[in-house]
């Protein structure tokens, strides 16, 4: 979990987990669209969620009411990094800087 602080409050950035499917249908709900069906990431200020991203399809449901474009951009980064850590690609782009090199005697 990613913990911001921020002028407006406390953000978690965190995997969606069971006790969150009411939440998760509240908020496709107030953004009149289907609930997320897949895995997701959750944005919360203050413990309240305000945004939430299906990481199979990318897509978006967010609180109407309040200001969550910055949410979602950082939803939309988390699911980036997770992403490039799942398939070690991340792993493989790091590991080629940190490969030892042999010296010269």
């Given at each position: 979990?990613?913990?911001?602080?921020?002028?407006?409050?406390?953000?978690?950035?965190?995997?969606?987990?069971?006790?969150?499917?009411?939440?998760?249908?509240?908020?496709?709900?107030?953004d009149d669209r289907a609930p997320l069906t897949?895995p997701a990431l959750i944005a919360e200020v203050?413990?309240?969620?305000?945004?939430?991203?299906?990481?199979?399809?990318?897509?978006?449901?967010?609180?109407?009411?309040?200001?969550?474009?910055?949410?979602?951009?950082?939803?939309?980064?988390?699911?980036?990094?997770?992403?490039?850590?799942?398939?070690?690609?991340?792993?493989?782009?790091?590991?080629?800087?940190?490969?030892?090199?042999?010296?010269?005697?």
């Amino acid at each position: 979990m990613t913990t911001i602080h921020s002028h407006t409050g406390a953000i978690a950035i965190r995997h969606a987990a069971d006790a969150d499917a009411r939440a998760l249908a509240d908020l496709a709900l107030l953004d009149d669209r289907a609930p997320l069906t897949g895995p997701a990431l959750i944005a919360e200020v203050d413990g309240v969620a305000r945004a939430a991203l299906d990481l199979h399809d990318g897509s978006v449901a967010a609180d109407p009411f309040v200001r969550t474009a910055e949410l979602v951009a950082l939803l939309q980064l988390h699911a980036r990094g997770t992403r490039g850590s799942a398939d070690g690609s991340l792993r493989r782009r790091v590991g080629s800087f940190l490969r030892p090199v042999a010296l010269r005697a």
